[in-house]
């Protein structure tokens, strides 16, 4: 929503059915807020880009509107989208046997997929490894930008705070 100068209150759509003031999510950056559309003069041209904000790291990220959806902005996960990752994180994780560099590009790639699954993924591998045996630092470093992201679009979308997000990511895992 936003307020016009005549103080009446609306909501704008913008391109690919995204609302200013609605959460969204950015795969390399996660959880933000659409906070904006910006028209920019680019070569004598009009370019509308969507700006959203992301308080976690107080960034402020403008992407074209014509290319919002292709570069990977979507709308938060919906609750039954929540409910699959927790479903997810319920089964045991199968451990693999790869060297760490080749899983550590995989994870990367998980993580800035901006998929809710693909990160819960991550999160079960690496949290059954620490369970099991101590996490080596980069190994830590990834786990927690996992952790952080999947629990910030969960604090979202069940309206709680990230750490009671992580304690219930945390609860399911322990469980499994």
């Known amino acids: 929503m936003t307020l016009c100068d005549c103080g009446i209150v609306f909501r704008i759509m913008c391109g690919n059915g995204f609302e200013i003031g609605?959460?969204?999510?950015?795969?390399?950056?996660?959880?933000g807020k659409?906070?904006?559309?910006?028209?920019?003069?680019?070569?004598?041209?009009?370019?509308?880009f969507l700006v959203v904000y992301f308080e976690k790291c107080n960034l402020t990220l403008k992407i074209p509107a014509v290319k919002a959806v292709s570069a990977g902005l979507r709308k938060i996960?919906?609750?039954?989208?929540?409910?699959?990752?927790?479903?997810?994180?319920?089964?045991?994780s199968k451990r693999k046997k790869a060297m760490w560099s080749k899983r550590a590009q995989e994870y990367?790639?998980?993580?800035?997929?901006?998929?809710?699954?693909?990160?819960?993924?991550?999160?079960?591998?690496?949290?059954?490894e620490g369970g099991e045996m101590e996490l080596s630092f980069s190994e830590r470093q990834m786990y927690q930008q996992a952790m952080e992201r999947l629990a910030r679009e969960v604090s979202v979308v069940e309206n709680i705070d990230e750490s009671e997000a992580v304690r219930r990511l945390e609860m399911v895992l322990q469980a499994a």
């Open 77 to 92: 996960s919906t609750k039954d989208d929540i409910n699959e990752v927790f479903e997810f994180l319920r089964h045991k």
């Open 34 to 48: 659409l906070s904006g559309v910006e028209t920019v003069e680019v070569d004598n041209e009009s370019v509308e």
């Open 108 to 128: 990367e790639l998980k993580i800035n997929s901006g998929n809710p699954v693909n990160i819960a993924q991550v999160v079960r591998e690496l949290y059954k």
């Open 22 to 31: 609605s959460w969204v999510v950015y795969p390399s950056h996660g959880v």
